[in-house]
């Protein structure tokens, strides 16, 4: 029996964070496939939804709208025919699970007064969304990006519950460039003068902030030479409706302003400020050695199958976070494989060239860890439709 994708919000109950703080925590998820199957779980990027395939509901769009549909769904990868597929959107966003934008007990949004949140609290409050749902054994936990970070924490955190892992497009921590980068991306939203300290709901919101630190994180998910190869100094076919900048005048709008402009516009109306905030900090502050004396010990439990995929354009989560995180299961009993995937196209490489992750992914799901190779092959099959548009995915 196969079933299509089936969503819902469950009540886990009170939640205690790890950075202090309690609150009733709704966890919303989608599923797909039969629940009497092996279940995957996927977990989502940075500003992702539980929506990984298939359309999503009015007002979710961009990356968060069907993310991994090339990935997700009958005879993909990822085969709903085969698994039970669950996807939840984690604490501190905006997609159905508690975040600040979230109604509290005095029926005004949490706001500010949200607790702090870390990757390890997404990983336990999955843990208990499968628990309400009686799954106790994950065949699987595949995440990108940030989703690869959740992904290898479930394994330090539950490595009983898991028999196979795919982290993807990730690293063990970020590196001091990404802080910074990621730094300013915060000023920009709490220096937005609609801000008002995180108070802004019913009233205009930090729009301009969030539109500039979101142009700063499009800039961090491609490489340098597929910005070459896509823009390079071209001028912009449209013109912006106003200019305000006084030193553009008599100076051409180029193609990468145009394209940074339009996404960041568009990421606005789907996103909230404060889950962009509370997201980003929990990005900068995972370390996967956190507790622990190294790397190798944090993974030192996991007896399982892993798979680690990486990107060689990608300067975000850089191939040799991969190999860290590589190394760190070859020395315990996990059996690795590490796939390097030449490409340039930079840390989008995992949701736009899903004919390069599938296939490994697959293998991994069929075969184990072993029998993924680590020489990346392009998949041409048409379960692999070219995500490469004029306007690409935000991780």
Known sequence: ????????????????FERGGELDLDVAYAEYGDPENPTVLVCHALTGSQYVAGPAPEGVSGQAAGWWDALVGPGKPIDT????????????????????????????????DFPSVTVGDWTRSQALLLDELGVSTLYAVVGGSVGGMNAIDWVKRYPERVERVAAIATSPRLDAQCLALNTAARRAITNDPNYDGGDYYGGPEPDGGLAVARRIGHAMYLSKASMRDRFGRRVAERQPEAREDPSAEGFPYRDVAS???????????????NSYLYLLRALDEYDLA????????????YAGDALVVSFTGDWHFPVDGGETIAEAFEAGPA???????????????????PDR????VRTLLEQGANAVTTTATRDTTPDYPRVCTGLLPDA
Do not use: I, K
Request: proline share 7%; with cysteine.
């Open 1 to 16: 029996m196969t079933r299509g994708r089936r969503e819902d919000v469950v009540n886990v109950g009170s939640f205690a």
């Open 81 to 112: 025919r085969a698994y039970h597929v669950v996807c939840a959107n984690v604490p501190g966003s905006c997609y159905g699970t508690t975040g600040p934008a979230s109604e509290g007990p005095d029926g005004e949004p949490y706001g500010p």
């Open 259 to 273: 394209y940074l402009d339009y996404n960041a516009e568009r990421f606005t109306e789907r996103f909230d400020a």
């Open 290 to 301: 956190e507790d622990y004396n190294s790397d190798a010990e944090a993974l030192a439990n």
């Open 335 to 353: 059996a690795v494989s590490h796939r390097v995937v030449e490409s340039e196209y930079g840390h989008d490489a995992f949701l736009v060239e």
């Open 357 to 360: 992750v599938g296939p490994p």
